[in-house]
C-alpha cells in the first residue's frame, strides 16, 4: 500500500531515497517544501509491519510493508529475533593487602550488555586471568580463577553490570591479562556467538585500595 505524504505547501526539487526503498535497512528521504529542507525517517507500524519512506514520481511517499519475520528500529529483521550478549567492560576491585608485595583484589566489576533483538534467560558468566607464566604463578600470582554469578533475563538494548566476589592474587606494580566470559557454556542461542568474551590487561595497583581487617 503506498500513502502520499501529508505535506503543507509546494515541493519543489528533487527528492532522494537514502537506502532505495530497502525495507532491511534504516533509511528515508529528502525533499524540499518552498525552498526548505525536509525529512522523513523510516520506522515501525507495529512488531510486524514496517513504514518504509520512498520518492515517487520524483514526491515524497511511503509504503506499509509486511516483515518476514519482524520488524525493530525501523527496520525488517533479515532473520528471527535473537539475543546477543556481550561483555562491554571488567576489571577489577577492592584490592587489599596480602603480603609485602601482594595485593588480593576481592571483587571483578562486569558489565554485560544484550546488544541482540530479543530478550535473553539467565545465564551465566566465567570470569579469569589468563596468565600462563608459571614462573609468575611460583610466586604467588593465582593466575586463572573462575566464578559464575547467574545473570538475570535482560532485554534488547539493556545492560547490567555485576561485581561478583573473587579472591585474585597479584604482584603490586605488575600487569596481567583478564578475561570475562557470558553464556560460556552457549545456553543461549544468539545471533553472533563469537562476540562473548573481553580481555583486557589490567594493572596490580601499588598501594591496596581497601585495607584487609583480621578480627
Do not use: W
Not at 537514502?18 to 507495529?46: K, L, P
Not at 545492560?159 to 570475562?180: Q, V, W
Not at 598501594?207 to 581487617?213: A, D, G, K, Q, R
Request: hydrophobic content about 30%; glycine content about 8%.
Amino acid at each position: 500500500i503506498v500513502f502520499g505524504v501529508s505535506i503543507t505547501g509546494q515541493a519543489t526539487g528533487t527528492c532522494v531515497d537514502s537506502d532505495g526503498n530497502n525495507i532491511y535497512t534504516v533509511g528515508g528521504i529528502r525533499y524540499y517544501i518552498n525552498g526548505v529542507e525536509a525529512r522523513q525517517r523510516d520506522s515501525c507500524v507495529d512488531s510486524n509491519r514496517v513504514k518504509e519512506y520512498i520518492c515517487r514520481e520524483g514526491r515524497p511517499a511511503s509504503v506499509v510493508k509486511i516483515c518476514k519475520y519482524s520488524c525493530s528500529n525501523g527496520a525488517c529483521l533479515k532473520s528471527p529475533p535473537r539475543p546477543d550478549l556481550i561483555v562491554t567492560s571488567q576489571n577489577p576491585l577492592n584490592f587489599r593487602r596480602l603480603y609485602p608485595e601482594h595485593l588480593v583484589g576481592y571483587e571483578h566489576n562486569v558489565t554485560i550488555k544484550n546488544v541482540g533483538t530479543a530478550p535473553t534467560n539467565g545465564t551465566t558468566l566465567i570470569i579469569g586471568s589468563l596468565s600462563n607464566d608459571m614462573q609468575a604463578y611460583g610466586r604467588g600470582i593465582h593466575n586463572y580463577i573462575i566464578y559464575q554469578p547467574q545473570l538475570r533475563s535482560l532485554a534488547p538494548g539493556e545492560r547490567e553490570t555485576l561485581s561478583p566476589k573473587t579472591s585474585l592474587i597479584c604482584i603490586t606494580g605488575e600487569s596481567f591479562p583478564t578475561s570475562a566470559k557470558v553464556d560460556p557454556y552457549n545456553n543461549i542461542f544468539e545471533s553472533n556467538e563469537n562476540n562473548n568474551v573481553h580481555t583486557s590487561t589490567f594493572t596490580c595497583p601499588i598501594t591496596p585500595t581497601h585495607h584487609l581487617l583480621i578480627l
